[in-house]
T-cell receptor, first 116, second 112 residues
Framework: DQQVKQNSPSLSVQEGRISILNCDYTNSMFDYFLWYKKYPAEGPTFLISISSIKDKNEDGRFTVFLNKSAKHLSLHIVPSQPGDSAVYFCAATRRTISSNTGKLIFGQGTTLQVKP | ETGVTQSPTHLIKTRGQQVTLRCSSQSGHNTVSWYQQALGQGPQFIFQYYREEENGRGNFPPRFSGLQFPNYSSELNVNALELDDSALYLC???????????FGPGTRLTVL
């Protein structure tokens, strides 16, 4: 049962343009969502997050949008740079429970290539 | 400040063998979580250790076990290795059970 899905295995965009990475989830109990970036031979690095009480969060070139009714989130990167080329994972968790372990449920990842 | 480190980087084992992977948490972190990332998939939660005790477990069989030491470093042990155990094993440390997780570079395990 894949609770978090990233249906696009790969995405290619031109430098300077917008990159949009999508993620869908099925568990309505998730209340916190994160995006991680992963380069080869490195562990995932936290990029940006959003709580379920918000519908948008911005950090520099990165913006995450959350549509709870559609159980969908997206990551926008504007403008895209060649250094953004990496695998991007969305992840979800439940923070508002007493036995919270911070267990992250990850999607399969989307490989972003930004061409110069 | 030293980040999360894992050893070894790569490991090759044969089916039926046992393996131990190691993780040193980031300074000040008392919680370690382990994840398995199969090829083409996202990381899957194996278990978490908080103050030397298991604190939550994913859908993995008992042959996956772990330890956390007083200095908060951790080990992941896998017995009776199977071919499907071939994966990247990631360790993440955090200030608390639900805190932001910082990942190490992983150990690539190949089971032949």
């Amino acid at each position: 049962d894949q609770q978090v899905k990233q249906n696009s295995p790969s995405l290619s965009v031109q430098e300077g343009r917008i990159s949009i990475l999508n993620c869908d989830y099925t568990n309505s109990m998730f209340d916190y969502f994160l995006w991680y970036k992963k380069y080869p031979a490195e562990g995932p690095t936290f990029l940006i997050s959003i709580s379920s009480i918000k519908d948008k969060n911005e950090d520099g070139r990165f913006t995450v949008f959350l549509n709870k009714s559609a159980k969908h989130l997206s990551l926008h990167i504007v403008p895209s740079q060649p250094g953004d080329s990496a695998v991007y994972f969305c992840a979800a968790t439940r923070r508002t429970i007493s036995s919270n372990t911070g267990k992250l449920i990850f999607g399969q990842g989307t490989t972003l290539q930004v061409k110069p | 400040e030293t980040g999360v480190t894992q050893s070894p980087t790569h490991l090759i084992k044969t089916r039926g063998q046992q393996v131990t992977l190691r993780c040193s948490s980031q300074s000040g972190h008392n919680t370690v979580s382990w994840y398995q990332q199969a090829l083409g998939q996202g990381p899957q939660f194996i278990f978490q250790y908080y103050r030397e005790e298991e604190n939550g477990r994913g859908n993995f069989p008992p042959r996956f076990s772990g330890l956390q030491f007083p200095n908060y470093s951790s080990e992941l042990n896998v017995n009776a290795l199977e071919l499907d155990d071939s994966a990247l094993y990631l360790c993440a440390s955090s200030f608390s059970q639900g805190g932001e997780q910082f990942f190490g570079p992983g150990t690539r395990l190949t089971v032949l």
